[in-house]
């Protein structure tokens, strides 16, 4: 073998996560995410988000759903039609870089409020145009026709009531601090109504309880869907927990919700799973990484385990390995020219994206064609030889695999703490992201750490049933924003 090859092996085993710490993992999992049932500012944050029952796929209306949280943001209006499917109409914008650290929380929400105006221009005009005419009769008081509004939100909020919630952190490399304290809710509001747009913000969502709701909505089983999860740019999960488990309800300022169900969604936001990195692993990669991200020390399970970082860690293995002269790693062999160019993003922090690695990942061809063609397209790295093929798809290999085997541990422990498994039926499970939709055999590295968890087991892997729950933003913010205007009918009325 070549030096190259050797050494692509010998970092792609820094990544090896084996059986005996999966197992740690999910016990300490299992750990911190009971202590952050019982208490608020634990690393494992444990957010109650009020929603306390799963749709059954009879519910209907027209809804409205904004999502901000991954790359793109996008305005939706849902037509829940009660029969299990839905008609969606939707535009998407990516965020400029510069809005994800906009000056100000002001100038960030009517950004958006402005997207929901020429939504609501382009696809309802008539609804709008209705709803001003009424307003301007009865002198600017008009709460007929607004349209409810699902937000969903994709960052850690603590949440004070199913529309009101304050922002914890940012992640995913938006840096606004003077929106950190406030209720995100309230500033959409306020934007939305400088603009005098006929919307009510009626629910604050993170995406993975959209995820959750939107599966439970579009594939009702017995026993409704149980856990949401996302493996995009970010990574995260929501499942339903028992409301007797959730002892710091007692302690938390909070607004009435309905208690008859007995349960409550719980938003994990384990992307902070063990930021004192008790049982993660943690190669020199990962270390650099977080040193030079802008919120080193939190979101350290994210940091091994969503798109938007895996990227990264390959980059800075590439460099690393294109830095040492003696492997001749990217550089063409006949002149030893670097056939990487000053403007390739290989140089540039968050320079891969994902699709890369699912790209790099994929190719089963002899010549690795299509790692050649990606190389080009993403990196614009020339001639590359096999064996600098064969190195990044070993060492890609080995990052993706560490990922699902990692988002195995979250998985396995939230069954495993609320005994799904024990019952006997099927457990159903909603999953997004580009990672999981995109990356090869992620949710097949996913089962195979499942099987080497005892207390899931083979019986256990058998049981559960994952699923691709397409556009749970919209559609699950569309049914929080139904079941929080019942519920907002129901108080007044009493
Ligand atoms: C956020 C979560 C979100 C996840 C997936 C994380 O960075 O903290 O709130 O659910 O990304 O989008």
Same mark, same amino acid.
């Given at each position: ?6 050494e692509a ?10 059986a ?36 059954n ?138 603009l ?68 409550m ?21 990962d ?31 590439m ?21 990487v ?72 422990? /939230? ?5 799904r498994? %024990? !019952?006997?039926?099927?457990?159903? @499970?909603?999953? &997004? =992201? #580009?990672? *999981? ?15 080497? /968890? ?6 256990? %892997? !058998?049981?559960?049933?994952?699923? @691709?729950?397409? &556009? =749970? #933003?919209? *559609? ?19």
């Open positions: 073998m070549s030096a190259l090859l050797d092996t010998r970092i792609a085993r820094q990544f090896d996560y084996p005996a710490e999966v197992r740690r993992g999910v016990a300490e999992y299992i750990r911190q995410m009971n202590e952050g049932l019982t208490k608020e500012h634990t690393t494992l944050s444990q957010i109650p988000t009020f929603v306390t029952s799963v749709p796929g009879t519910e209907k209306g027209l809804y409205l759903a904004v999502d901000l949280g991954g790359t793109n943001f996008r305005v939706c209006s849902i037509d829940l039609h009660g029969d299990t499917t839905f008609s969606l109409t939707q535009s998407k914008i990516m965020i400029p870089r510069e809005t994800m650290s906009a000056g100000s929380a002001k100038e960030l929400f009517l950004f958006l409020a402005r997207q929901i105006e020429s939504f609501l221009r382009i696809h309802h005009n008539e609804h709008f145009e209705a709803h001003i005419r009424r307003r301007n009769e009865k002198n600017g008081n008009c709460e007929e026709d607004l349209f409810d509004l699902g937000f969903t939100f994709s960052f850690p909020v603590r949440q004070l009531g199913i529309n009101k919630g304050t922002l914890i952190r940012w992640t995913k490399g938006f840096d606004i601090p003077d929106a950190v304290g406030q209720d995100v809710c309230a500033l959409l509001q306020s934007a939305i109504d400088e005098e747009l006929p919307v009510r913000v009626a629910a604050l969502v993170n995406d993975t309880v959209g995820t959750l709701m939107a599966r439970s909505y579009t594939s009702p089983g017995e026993t409704g869907t149980f856990l949401g999860a996302i493996f995009g740019t970010g990574t995260n999960g929501a499942y339903v927990e028992k409301l007797d488990r959730i002892t710091k309800m007692q302690t938390i300022e909070h607004s009435e919700y309905d208690k008859t169900t007995g349960e969604i719980i938003n994990a936001e384990w992307g902070s799973f063990d930021n004192h990195l008790s049982v993660l692993p943690n190669t020199v990669y270390q650099q990484l977080d040193a030079d991200s802008i919120n080193p020390g939190v979101q350290m399970f994210e940091k091994r385990v969503s798109g938007m970082f895996l990227g990264e860690i390959l980059r800075l293995v460099l690393d390995m294109h830095r040492n002269e003696s492997l001749g790693f990217l550089k063409t062999s006949a002149s030893s020219d670097v056939s160019p000053k403007t390739s993003s290989l140089y540039r922090q968050w320079g891969i994206d994902t699709s890369l690695l699912s790209l790099v990942e994929a190719d089963k061809t002899e010549g690795l064609e299509e790692i050649k063609a990606a190389l080009k397209d993403h990196l614009k790295i020339e001639r590359p030889s096999i064996a600098d093929c064969k190195a990044i798809q070993t060492v890609v290999h080995a990052i993706g695999k560490r990922a699902a085997r990692l988002g195995a541990v979250a998985l396995s422990a /939230v069954l495993i703490a609320t005994n498994l %024990d !019952k006997g039926d099927l457990v159903d @499970i909603g999953v &997004d =992201g #580009s990672l *999981v939709e995109y990356y090869p055999n992620f949710e097949g590295y996913v089962r195979e750490a499942f099987r080497e /968890v005892p207390e899931v087991g083979d019986a256990g %892997d !058998k049981r559960i049933r994952i699923g @691709i729950s397409k &556009d =749970g #933003s919209g *559609v699950g913010a569309a049914l929080i924003a139904l079941v929080a205007s019942k519920e907002d009918a129901r108080m007044k009325a009493q």
